[in-house]
């Protein structure tokens, strides 16, 4: 019912900053969260970022200050933009939409940070 394509994603150097963008079609009422996840090698999956339909937001420890999401009505896009890169954040980023009852998730994009 709920389609998500990402982008954005891509090598870039420490320090540097990253857009993605996470484009959803479908069936996409009643969605009560949306949330950017990554997983490193070997790492289970953990939540970057997320926003609530009523636009609050929250993120993990490692990233606040440096990432931030937010999202376009209009475009039923989801973003994160993230600056200051370091290598831990080296990973595949996963989009997510929730609704009560279920959820969708996008293909994964790879996030590179070296030098």
């Known amino acids: 019912q709920v389609q998500l394509v990402e982008s954005g994603g891509g090598l870039v150097q420490p320090g540097g900053s990253l857009r993605l963008s996470c484009a959803a079609s479908g069936t996409i009422f009643s969605i009560t969260a949306m949330g950017w996840y990554r997983q490193a090698p070997g790492q289970q999956r953990e939540m970057v970022a997320r926003i609530t339909s009523n636009g609050r937001t929250n993120y993990v420890d490692a990233v606040k200050g440096r990432f931030t999401i937010s999202r376009d009505d209009a475009k039923n896009t989801l973003y994160l933009q993230m600056n200051n890169l370091k290598p831990e954040d080296t990973a595949v980023y996963y989009c997510?939409?929730?609704?009560?009852?279920?959820?969708?998730w996008g293909q994964g994009t790879q996030v590179t940070v070296s030098s």
């Open positions: 997510n939409f929730a609704r009560p009852l279920n959820e969708y």
